[in-house]
């Protein structure tokens, strides 16, 4: 098939790679996010899909919005079969979906209907959710409601990361991805609507969730950190001044609520329950070290608390 594949970050990379290395499926041009300042530097950078799709000489289209009549009539001029999805950003018009014959097939990070939305492996990791997985769908107006083709299951283990969960699923769900259109074409797959039941929403995660709440359980606690971590990062406050934090081990001593405790062993913390020991931490301007490390150089007062 003639496929123009639309992604924008990192996870979609490997979904791409399969589709380039591919035999069967010819990609004519990628749509990604426009360029967007990022890093330290302020520097205008191209998305990771559009520096691999620059690699491999394709063309990549870039619009502010997908109901740019420019862009419809460039795709439209490309006649692509296809236009599978992973993680693009931006919702797609009706116009838009109906140029290709087989439509738009999205690569979603769940197990449909579970998780519809922008961060569906942050809100399982969050939940407590012990199986995930990903699904390919049919895109359709509404938002990932349309029916599913696939599905490939990956459990959560209790040391995981939104980032190595998501690194995961992006290796299976790119191979489902490539079997979902191999089906398509040869008419050996057909979609099945979603359940109308266990539907659940995961939200965009902004920068806010990664404050973390102390007078919540260490469970909850740990979780929403795992949860946020690489991006946008867990953080607290102590003595006005921001600080970055790795995942948490959860321990069976009790502290009082916010306290810090330094010990030879360790950072600890107490929550509403049960304290846990920070491991990683990043205060303002500096790198990431070992929670002991900053304790001692920041020369914490007496009774000090987090926020």
Known sequence: MRIVFAGTPEPAVPSLRRFLESSRHEVVAVVTRPDAVAGRGRKVTR????????????????????????????????????????AYGALLPQPVLDIPRFGWINL???????????APV????????????ASTFQIEAGLDTGPVFGMVTEKISVIDTAGSLLERL??????????????VED?????????????????KVVAEAGHVRWDQPALAIGRRIRAVTPAPGAWTEVDGTRLKLGPVELVEEVLPERAIEVRKSGVFVGTATTAVRLDKVQPQGKRMMAALDWARGARLRLGAVVE
């Open 108 to 118: 979603h990070f769940s197990l449909l209907p579970a998780w519809r939305g922008a």
């Open 47 to 86: 998305s990771p899909i559009g520096r691999l799709a620059d690699e491999h000489g394709i063309p990549v289209l870039t619009p502010r919005r997908p109901s740019e009549p420019e862009f419809i009539t460039r795709l439209t001029a490309l006649a692509p079969d296809c236009c599978p999805v992973v």
């Open 170 to 183: 992006a290796d299976s769900g790119a191979s489902l991805l490539e079997a979902t259109l191999d089906g």
């Open 187 to 203: 008419g050996t797959l057909q979609a099945v609507p979603q359940s109308t039941d266990g539907v659940s929403y995961a939200q």
């Open 122 to 133: 942050q809100a399982a990791i969050d939940a407590g959710d012990e199986i995930t997985g």
